[in-house]
């Protein structure tokens, strides 16, 4: 009933500006908190930047003051503006939410295909 769909990957330098979009489609739905996530081949799967529904955001170590997420409430879309990009940033990027269905009790935590990020140095 809901999906998540990405788009912006693609292939940068070292240095480099990309920005990966992601809009959740569906009916009878609300979001909590939305982000992304990223894995690296032979890498486990590790948060990004996240957004809950009031604003609060979570980054990681690794991309502070680097990468911004933004966020559209009304629009259910959610942005990752990385900037200064580097070879270790290399990664499948996946968008996340974590959804509550109208009428239902339990929160279920949605991905999307994964977009690839490349940075060459």
């Known amino acids: 009933q809901v999906q998540l769909v990405e788009s912006g990957g693609g292939l940068v330098q070292a240095g480099g500006s990309l920005r990966l979009s992601c809009a959740a489609s569906?009916?009878?739905?609300?979001?909590?908190?939305m982000g992304w996530y990223r894995q690296a081949p032979g890498k486990q799967r590790e948060l990004v930047a996240k957004?809950?529904?009031?604003?609060?955001?979570n980054y990681a170590d690794s991309v502070k003051g680097r990468f911004t997420i933004s966020r559209d409430n009304a629009k259910n879309t959610v942005d990752l503006q990385m900037n200064s990009l580097k070879p270790e940033d290399t990664a499948v990027y996946y968008c996340?939410?974590?959804?509550?269905?109208?009428?239902?009790?339990?929160?279920?935590?949605?991905w999307g295909q994964g977009t690839q990020v490349t940075v060459s140095s």
């Open positions: 957004m809950s529904s009031g604003g609060r955001t």
């Open positions: 996340n939410a974590l959804i509550t269905r109208i009428g239902a009790t339990y929160i279920y935590q949605y």
């Open positions: 569906g009916s009878m739905f609300s979001i909590n908190d």
